[in-house]
């Protein structure tokens, strides 16, 4: 059992900023549970990040269990957090609550993620309900990509924030012990953040709210696409990688690797 608790991270709020990043495989694993982030989220960003999916839609269940499986293996410190794929919650009330059951059962993580608002709330209440913590998403939900015509910031005009602000009460009323506040300006953040009593966690969410989360692939710089603008770039592994696989193939092809050192007599 990991040393961080979904307690933990509500006792959090107003003392301490919470720290969230995502992963999907056991050596990225490792290096966060040994950094002490407080919580690591299998997102289904993995249809993108790691399976070369065009957005989040096609991630299924069995993928999302297997990563997860992989993440939970290498943790004992960190809150690990499964995210519910498209259509895996909101199809019907049972198969929601069996399907954020086995992130329990199955994988090892110790909460579940979902996004929406008033329209999944019956789910987000049978699963809590069901003894399973959940950890709301509102604002930009990139499952309703289709529905909201691309990527963009939510919650710009009247209409929008009003039901942003609404779902983030509803959901705290359902049960979530947290909330990932995607894409909003940062003023709307600040005013969900001091209604509502559990922790939000922000991206592209300005830094009134009580966390922060990046996806880890983004902060390391691994791809060399151009990042939205709430990304801030902690290495370029892009650049250090190809750098050290030129080296590779010029060894390999110059007959320097393997040395003698490097061979076995
Ligand atoms: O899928 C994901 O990685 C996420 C985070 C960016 C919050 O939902």
Redesign the pocket.
Known sequence: MAIITVTKIREKKNIKKIT?L?AYDYQISVILNEMKVDII?I????GMVALGYKN?LPVTMEEMIHHTKAVARAVNYSLVIG?MPFLSYQVDTKEAIFNAGRFIKEAGATAV?L?GGEEVIDKVRAIVNAGIPVMG?IGLT?QYCCQMGGYKVQGRNDQEAKKILKDAQLLEKAGVFSL?L?CIPSLLAMEITKLVSIPTIG?GAGKHCDGQ???TNDLLGISNKKMPKFVRKYANLDKITKKAIKRFIRDVEMNSFPSEEESYQ
């Open positions: 969230m995502t989220l997102g289904d960003s993995l989040t995210d993620k996004e998403h990139p990932v995607e991206i989360v990046l996806v």
